[in-house]
T-cell receptor
Framework: SAVISQKPSRDICQRGTSLTIQCQVD?????MFWYRQQPGQSLTLIAT?????????ESGFVIDKFPISRPNLTFSTLTVSNMSPEDSSIYLC??????????????FGPGTRLTVL | GENVEQHPSTLSVQEGDSAVIKCTYS??????FPWYKQELGKRPQLIID?????GEKKDQRIAVTLNKTAKHFSLHITETQPEDSAVYFC???????????????FGAGTRLFVKA
């Protein structure tokens, strides 16, 4: 499976500011996703990061709040904009599909623990 | 869209006993069903998966069954050990080959406690 890293691993931010989370994969992957996991909760898909085009957002998530970039097949960023305490959560990058093929299995990065004061 | 329900939310077993977690899904287009284990403070890790063309898959102490007609699938852990204690998530998605891309929907999770 791919090796996935995320930066930062954790951060404490003031409300009204923005934080950009980076996700790096050691091999090319077809699909990259961003999830949010609030304490004790399940994984909620924020968006699918599409290489070279705009991300596809799930219901309840908008580009102005969570802009996403995906400049190539190994890297993506998620920005949490104009943060409020309700944005405190773990943000997880996930990847699927290796090389030129399309496979189903998704693997997760280590997550970014965000606390907004 | 897809909806995945998972039961129970909490499960406590004695070491050596079996544990069963059940999930149902709503979208008949789903044909890939992974299970993830998440230990405290760690990322979700894939432990087993099953595709719709098989009814059962086993890997050592872990097995998964799928009833596509009834749209439910289950995780079975035998001879449980304290290190099996974690949160387990079921999930469902259409396969990438069918859609040109895929989206995995997760269940709410089951917190498993294995008492020594």
């Amino acid at each position: 499976s791919a090796v996935i890293s995320q930066k930062p691993s954790r951060d404490i931010c003031q409300r009204g500011t923005s934080l950009t989370i980076q996700c790096q994969v050691d091999s090319q992957v077809t699909m990259m996703f961003w999830y949010r996991q609030q304490p004790g909760q399940s994984l909620t898909l924020i968006a699918t990061a599409n290489q070279g085009s705009e991300a596809t957002y799930e219901s309840g998530f908008v580009i102005d709040k969570f802009p996403i970039s995906r400049p190539n097949l190994t890297f993506s960023t998620l920005t949490v904009s104009n943060m409020s305490p309700e944005d405190s959560s773990i943000y997880l990058c996930s990847v699927g599909g290796s090389g030129t093929g399309l496979t189903d299995t998704q693997y997760f990065g280590p997550g970014t623990r965000l606390t907004v004061l | 869209g897809e909806n995945v329900e998972q039961h129970p939310s909490t499960l406590s077993v004695q070491e050596g006993d079996s544990a069963v977690i059940k999930c149902t899904y709503s979208d008949s287009a789903s044909n890939y069903f992974p299970w993830y284990k998440q230990e405290l403070g760690k990322r979700p890790q894939l432990i087993i998966d099953i595709r719709s063309n098989v009814g059962e898959k086993k890997d050592q102490r872990i097995a998964v069954t799928l009833n596509k007609t009834a749209k439910h699938f289950s995780l079975h852990i035998t001879e449980t050990q304290p290190e099996d204690s974690a949160v387990y998530f079921c999930a469902a998605s259409p396969t990438a080959r069918n859609t040109g891309g895929f989206k995995t929907i997760f269940g709410a999770g089951t917190r498993l406690f294995v008492k020594a």
